[in-house]
């Protein structure tokens, strides 16, 4: 399939959401909200929940599934509360000991005056720091579009996950043809340059693992989907825990130097 193909299928609005994954993943989900600066960013949602007799805190961008919904959600592109706010669970989630799942789901952070004048670019590096020196484990999955910045401020985790037809860039390609080329219209070459898609990540290192989306009989089903990212996170975040302190923050920070 032609890395295009594989943004516009990461695009659709029938893409898992977060609240659909907790729902299927996580039991006794209880959701936080603001970030004790600003106000609520209906874009970027967590809180606390259970994942077996694990006590985790899930963050993740939320989309709709129509465009009221989206327009409600701005498209699951943050301002920069919904960033302080996810750094306010993290940091609360490293108090407790609890691990941090992250859902990523956003073609970038507004870029909005308004969240230009609240310190967008701040949020995001602050995230960026922080998340670099947590003292518990973050695994971050990358559930449809992981863009720019304002991806990597919820994807500076121990390892990375996508979804078979997600993608993952520094822009998006219409983004990257109109600035290299000044021609949006190129951007099925642009997609294929830039290397989106899960399977180029995982050979580029950029990735650890792939969550299956399709097999040799076709489209697999969401709950099964669902069901088997359950026990992969609880086995992952099972073996991040039990590695010490000094190790898992030495890791992540070898993970992202090796780039």
């Known amino acids: 399939m032609e890395a295009m193909e594989v943004v516009s299928i990461a695009r659709q609005t029938d893409r898992v959401t977060t609240y659909e994954l907790i729902d299927a993943i996580f039991d006794d989900f209880v959701e936080f909200h603001g970030d004790r600066h600003y106000k609520d960013d209906k874009a970027l949602v967590g809180g606390i929940a259970r994942l077996g007799n694990m006590p985790v805190t899930v963050i993740g961008n939320q989309k709709g599934h129509d465009l009221e919904e989206n327009i409600t959600r701005n498209f699951g592109s943050p301002h920069p509360e919904g960033y302080r706010k996810s750094l306010r669970l993290m940091k ?124 040799e009989h076709g489209w697999i089903s969401q709950e099964d989907i669902l069901c088997n990212m359950r026990t992969e996170i609880e086995t992952k975040l099972n073996e991040l825990m039990n590695l010490p302190k000094e190790e898992l923050i030495q890791s992540r920070y070898d993970r992202f130097r090796k780039f």
């Open 92 to 215: 609360q989630a490293e108090k407790f000991g609890r691990p941090i799942v992250t859902f990523v789901n956003t073609s970038g952070a507004y870029c909005g005056v308004e969240a230009e004048n609240r310190g967008q670019g701040e949020a995001i590096a602050r995230n960026l720091l922080e998340m670099s020196q947590l003292e518990v484990p973050v695994l971050s999955i990358i559930i449809g579009e992981g863009g720019s910045g304002g991806a990597l401020a919820l994807a500076a985790a121990d390892e990375v996950w996508m979804m078979e037809f997600a993608v993952y860039s520094i822009l998006s390609p219409e983004g990257f043809s109109s600035i290299l080329w000044k021609d949006a219209s190129r951007a099925k070459e642009a997609a294929e340059m830039m290397k989106v898609t899960a399977y180029d990540l995982r050979e580029l290192g950029v990735i650890e693992r792939i969550v299956p989306e399709r097999n």
